[in-house]
């Protein structure tokens, strides 16, 4: 029988000084790591929110397996993240959950705590729907957020210049040569560098977006500092 959706967040073990290390200054990297733990949990609760999918984490180091489980609970499944580079990780996700049976899956980051429930929503309705083979959700910086794929493609990952501003470009190029349908998401943000922190500190200003934990910890830290080492 045919298995519903798979939604995999990839996420990494939020260590001082291996995570977000672009936002130091004008966070410690203690602080950075901390600020990733709260943009992981947020991502985590808005993954729980999402009805009718198959929740994974995919995460990294190996040996994380039990401070994952410790954030997640039994209502998400682990699997340890493999390959030597991010299109590698991808691709090797990609093809694993596909290969289970289920009928699309959705791989999403850590790094957008604010992005809408909205974006995952019509994500999810154009896989379903049949309406695109390949779902993107672009980021800012030239990235995505968000992929979506209907059966594994590993054309979309290979020679791609990761960390760069041309990734979506060169990814939505190679979905083309392949005659994969692309269907894009709006626009929205990763939070890697000083800008990205700025704009969330303003975002959050709305108590209707839901990044709790995010929230609390910039407030308190701000509270904390004195408000001068918090950009907004």
Do not use: N
Not at 76 to 100: I, K, M, N, T, Y
């Amino acid at each position: 029988m045919t298995k519903r959706l798979a939604l995999a967040v990839m996420a990494k073990r939020p260590q001082a000084g291996k995570v977000k290390t672009r936002l130091c200054p004008p966070l410690t990297p203690e602080e950075a790591a901390q600020l990733a733990h709260c943009f992981l949990l947020d991502k985590l609760e808005q993954i729980r929110r999402f009805p009718s999918v198959a929740r994974f984490v995919a995460f990294s180091p190996p040996d994380a397996e039990d401070f994952f489980y410790a954030q997640a609970g039994e209502a998400f499944s682990l699997l340890p993240q493999r390959g030597v580079d991010l299109g590698e990780r991808l691709s090797d996700l990609s093809a694993r959950l596909l290969g289970a049976g289920f009928t699309a899956v959705m791989i999403i980051g850590t790094d957008s705590p604010t992005l809408p429930d909205a974006a995952l929503q019509e994500a999810h309705a154009v896989l379903t729907r049949d309406r695109a083979d390949v779902v993107l959700g672009p980021v800012d910086d030239g990235g995505y957020y968000l992929i979506g794929l209907r059966r594994p493609s590993e054309v979309l990952f290979q020679g791609i210049a990761w960390s760069t501003d041309t990734v979506l470009l060169q990814t939505v190029a190679r979905a083309g040569r392949a005659a994969l349908r692309t269907h894009l998401l709006p626009k929205w943000f990763d939070v890697d560098g000083e800008p990205d922190l700025r704009r969330l500190v303003r975002d959050l200003a709305d108590d209707r977006i839901p990044a709790p934990r995010t929230r609390a910890y910039l407030l308190g830290l701000g509270s904390s500092k004195g408000g001068d080492r918090i950009p907004v």
